[in-house]
């Protein structure tokens, strides 16, 4: 099947440039048959890329080594459900992922603009076959997903071992998605720019677009701090790695622009501002993909590095921000504001500041992400910057932006009077002076003033929001006599942007105290211990219970069951592994299964108030003796087997492989039987699941805001005495079904 | 005031404040930057009491435990030099032989670079080498 998905790409690559044109012809002469044909290629496109994913999926499914990117991505010994997963681990594979839905992002906000926006919608179309010809040329011409070897391994190298967790699954699809979403605001603002059609025409058609590619983003960089979290064995869930910040920064930006673009709906001002942040975030999503495919700053997620790619990344990212920016300077006199601000204490005010911060959030982002690459052009030396160079900057501004987010939902539009004012913020300045009192007892809190401020912070947005959800319930009340639930859920049911946007800030307040408390509270220490033994940490008293070990084709896995007690009473029971999969050093036949990558399986119970988490370090050394005494006589036996007659042979080595198991699980049934002493790192971290929680909330929130509001209800007249009979009595019958 | 030039007066405190932003990212950037050093600009550069960042290549074979205390070379990727490191702390999950790696090191005299707890950080390849049809 392999020549037929690379045909596919190829067909794909001709379609591309098929559309590309008609979309093109179609805007300059004017011929409707062309866009609409132009269109037509793009769902033929999504087609022809749907049925490529599945013929290399299923490659993937069957362990079918022929393919390249299949041998070098999985294995027969990898899970069924991570084998569907492998192939965006590969750097082929991710590629036609993101050409996927590229095309089916772009063939739905095509179709749903076909009859809206007819004069930007070819230009917007043109950009998107751009990018779609762009992505489609890398495959046809340098990463060939369908590449196949005429002498195939008879087995594969694998998965890596670390992308084996459930999250995997998930998260790097969120992520393309949200790359691949914003380019459709980015294409038709760049439709717009190209007519001059500059109203919110095209901010309208887009805006769920670009709240769908925010939502998607939020939850893939969630995803992958829990994945952080679970599985690399270090206790954290963010690192500003560059390849989590090349997610953070088109998220960050595009919060901004959905927040912006209420204020050019509203009043018709910030259009040139509103251009700029659609066209930064679609460039930054580029940016973010090339970051992670380039291998250009040290990450621990980033593929093998290609020059060809990065050069084909570079120049597409130059075309982007050069064209961007020139297609701004030459629309600025048409992108002029309609209005000004009428007070610098009003709701617009507030949004404009809260986005000048989420701007200057993302622009130190940038500039420390890419300082190695800066500080090396300019001074000739490489240099490192870790978490300590964001904070100064990064950890003020994000308490900016909690504040703002909670002012801005009780703040008025265009001008407030002072009794407004203190009408609105009464409840939520008490409701965080309460809490600064209770803080201010709890022991230690104030030695640590930024979290301190970030916890008041956190109560004043979810306050102000409780406050407008009971404004409006109450209003709803005075005017249906409803029930309170009964008038909360049609509240937020007819105003689901208002609302869901108000739950995203108050979600994004409780993770952000969540991290507060996390890394500002934080207890941590390592000890090395026997079974029997036992250290304390924050109050709780650990007691390495019993060692465990399991050896299968996979993997070899050392663990430990762990009992935490808070006195006498009974905390929790933790099992931690370490996964130890196999290399393939032909000089070690024994040695190797203890060489390849590892796996860290934490221990980790959570609760409400806190984390008690840990990871095991099993010290394998201990075995080296028995490993190295292993390879000399495996050694030995091999090239003895190896001189035998061919009939022989086979029947020594059968003989030999079951012997070199038994010794395998010989060997990791000694951490059971002979136990040692492994390493432990054990850390009690406050709050961590408010984290998780408020990042749930506020992904509900965003999906709330997304989800379409129902048709409007149109008003059924009574049947007139000429209508026939039978439509008379549907009428009624349906008025009856709209009234329940 | 005049609508314009109070417009003006906006623009240059905006303008002000972030220059002053800008200027201060830059001074933290590089107050906070440090050195990545090879094994060779290492060995010509190193002196008792002062730590580094060595980045470079894990030595294929060089890896050994010893207790808690992990034991490798770390190469030169552009000339064939290593230089040895002893260190203690946590090991991040991709570290492998022939990873890219950068680790904080003090001159510990005759016994090798001595690698500062916890400062080992791994770049991980999306492939590895690993499985056969057993075990």
Redesign the interface.
């Known amino acids: 099947m392999a020549p037929v998905g690379r045909l596919l790409l190829i067909l794909g690559l001709v379609t591309t440039l098929y559309g590309l044109g008609a979309s093109l012809y179609g805007a300059r002469a004017g011929g409707r048959a062309w866009v609409d044909s132009g269109r037509r290629a793009m769902y033929a496109l999504w087609g022809m890329t749907a049925i490529a994913f599945v013929i290399l999926d299923v490659a993937f499914v069957s362990s079918d080594f022929s393919y390249n990117v299949v041998a070098s991505g999985s294995s027969t010994t990898t899970p069924t459900l991570y084998r569907v997963a492998a192939i965006w681990s590969t750097q082929q594979g991710s590629l036609l992922l993101w050409l996927l839905l590229l095309s089916g992002w772009s063939s739905l906000a095509l179709f749903l603009t076909r009859r809206r926006v007819r004069e930007i919608t070819p230009y917007a179309q043109a950009v998107l076959f751009g990018l779609t010809a762009f992505f489609g040329g890398l495959m046809v011409f340098f990463a060939n997903p369908f590449a196949t070897s005429s002498t195939p391994p008879t087995e594969g190298a694998g998965l890596d071992p670390l992308l084996r967790h459930t999250t995997m699954m998930v998260h790097p699809p969120m992520l393309y998605s949200g790359y691949t979403l914003m380019m459709v605001p980015f294409a038709f603002a760049i439709g717009a720019l190209i007519t001059g059609r500059l109203g919110a025409d095209w901010i309208q058609v887009t805006r769920r677009f670009a709240l769908a590619a925010w939502l998607c983003l939020g939850v893939g960089i969630l995803l992958g701090a829990r994945w952080s979290y679970t599985e690399l064995g270090w206790g954290g869930y963010w690192a500003w790695d560059p390849v989590e910040n090349a997610a953070l920064m088109p998220w960050l930006c595009t919060t901004a622009f959905i927040h912006s673009i209420m204020i050019q709906e509203k009043r018709g001002m910030l259009k040139v501002w509103n251009a700029s942040l659609v066209l930064a975030s679609g460039s930054l999503a580029v940016i973010g993909t090339f970051l992670v495919r380039s291998g250009i700053l040290s990450s621990i997620h980033a593929f093998v590095s290609d020059p060809t790619l990065n050069f084909s990344f570079v120049a597409l990212i130059a075309v982007m921000v050069i064209g961007s920016i020139a297609l701004v300077t030459w629309r600025r006199e048409q992108l002029r504001t309609e209005a000004r601000l009428d007070s610098l204490v009003s709701r617009e005010a507030v949004f404009l500041f809260q986005n000048l911060v989420l701007v200057a959030l993302t622009a130190v982002i940038f500039w420390i992400t890419f300082f190695p690459l800066i500080s090396e052009a300019i001074t000739g030396t490489q240099i490192s910057v870790g978490p300590p160079a964001f904070r100064p900057f990064v950890v003020p501004l994000a308490l900016i932006v909690v504040v703002l987010s909670g002012v801005g939902p009780i703040i008025a539009w265009r001008r407030v009077t002072l009794a407004k004012l203190r009408r609105s913020f009464a409840l939520p300045v008490l409701a965080t002076t309460v809490a600064l009192i209770v803080l201010l007892v709890v022991p230690g809190v104030i030695d640590h003033k930024l979290a301190l401020i970030m916890f008041c912070a956190g109560t004043f947005v979810v306050s102000s929001v409780l406050q407008e959800f009971v404004r409006g319930v109450r209003a709803r009340r005075a005017m249906t006599s409803e029930a309170p639930l009964i008038a909360l859920g049609a509240l937020v049911r007819r105003n689901r942007r208002r609302y869901g946007g108000y739950i995203v800030h108050a979600g994004v307040a409780l993770a952000l105290v969540g991290v507060a408390a996390s890394t500002s509270f934080q207890q941590s220490r390592t000890a090395t211990m026997a079974p029997g033994q036992s250290v304390q940490l924050d109050g709780y008293t650990i007691r390495y219970v019993r060692p465990t070990a399991t050896a299968t084709p996979e993997k070899i896995s050392f663990g430990a069951i762990l009992a935490v007690t808070s006195g006498r009473q009974q905390i929790a029971t933790l099992h931690t592994s370490y996964g130890l999969y196999p290399s393939q050093d032909p000089t070690r036949p024994i040695g190797r299964f203890f060489d390849g990558s590892n796996e860290t399986s934490v221990g980790l119970k959570s609760g409400p108030l806190q984390d008690i988490w840990t990871a095991i370090n099993p010290n394998v050394s201990a075995l080296q003796g028995l490993i190295n005494q292993g390879d000399a006589r495996f050694t030995k036996f091999l090239s003895d087997a190896m001189a035998m007659p061919a009939a022989q042979r086979t029947r020594a080595l059968s003989e030999l492989y079951s012997l070199r198991d038994l010794a395998i699980r010989g060997l990791a049934q000694r951490f059971v039987t002979h136990p040692w002493a492994p390493t432990f790192l054990f850390i009690v971290s406050p709050l961590v699941t408010w984290l998780w929680a408020g990042a749930l909330l506020a992904a509900f929130g965003g999906l709330l805001a997304l989800w379409p509001l129902p048709p409007p209800r149109r008003r059924v007249t009574p049947p007139s005495p000429r209508d026939k009979p039978g439509e008379a009595v549907a009428a009624p019958e349906a008025r009856a079904r709209e009234l329940v | 005031m005049d609508p314009r030039r109070k417009r003006a007066i906006r623009l240059t405190i905006a303008l002000t404040v972030a220059l002053l ?1 800008a200027s201060a ?2 001074y ?3 107050a ?5 050093l090879t094994a060779s600009q290492l060995i010509k550069r190193a002196h008792p009491g002062s730590s580094y ?1 060595l ?1 470079g290549t894990v030595l294929n074979g060089s890896v ?5 205390l992990l034991l490798f070379r770390v190469r030169d990727p552009k000339l064939k030099m290593s230089v040895p490191v002893r260190y203690t ?9 022939g990873r ?1 790696v ?1 680790v904080t090191v003090s001159d510990g005299g005759p016994a090798g670079f001595i690698g500062q707890p916890g400062s080992l ?15």
């Open positions: 932003l990212l830059v933290t950037s590089f906070a930057g440090r050195e990545e960042i980045a050994r435990r010893q207790g808690s702390g946590e090991v991040p999950d991709p570290f492998a032989p890219a950068l950080t791994t770049k991980c390849p999306s492939k590895y080498q690993a499985a056969s049809g057993s075990y």
